[in-house]
Nanobody, 120 residues
Framework: QAQLVESGGGLVQPGGSLELSCSAS????????MGWYRQAPKNERELVAT???????TYADPVKGRFTISRVNSGNTVYLQMSSLKPEDTAVYYC??????????????WGQGTQVTVSA
């Protein structure tokens, strides 16, 4: 099994910045991709950004130009730098990773979620 541990989040004013981080640990053979999703009250969980092992990045349209995803630490840690935050960015943010725990077995893993609140 692998585990994802998130940090960051909190309360920030509109127009402000915040950084989230997520580290993968445990039985990791290879990480396929890591990313962030978010879920606002009464909404479904939605993609924010992902980055795969090759470095290819995908952003959801609402965050393009404002959020930046990056991976460091041999690819086991992913960051989400959020700037120009808006009230509609308020949500619980979840780290996600697709991880091979052996040469033939992979699973999707989720972090515990971290609250981001954008409010004056």
């Amino acid at each position: 099994q692998a585990q994802l541990v998130e940090s960051g989040g909190g309360l920030v004013q509109p127009g402000g910045s915040l950084e989230l981080s997520c580290s993968a640990s445990g039985n990791i053979f290879r990480i396929i991709s890591m990313g962030w999703y978010r879920q606002a009250p009464k909404n479904e969980r939605e993609l924010v950004a992902t980055i795969n092992a090759g470095g290819a990045i995908t952003y959801a349209d609402p965050v393009k130009g404002r959020f930046t995803i990056s991976r460091v630490n041999s690819g086991n840690t992913v960051y989400l730098q959020m700037s120009s935050l808006k009230p509609e960015d308020t949500a619980v943010y979840y780290c996600n990773a697709y991880i091979y725990t052996s040469p033939v077995e992979w699973n999707a893993y989720w972090g515990q979620g971290t609250q981001v609140t954008v409010s004056a």
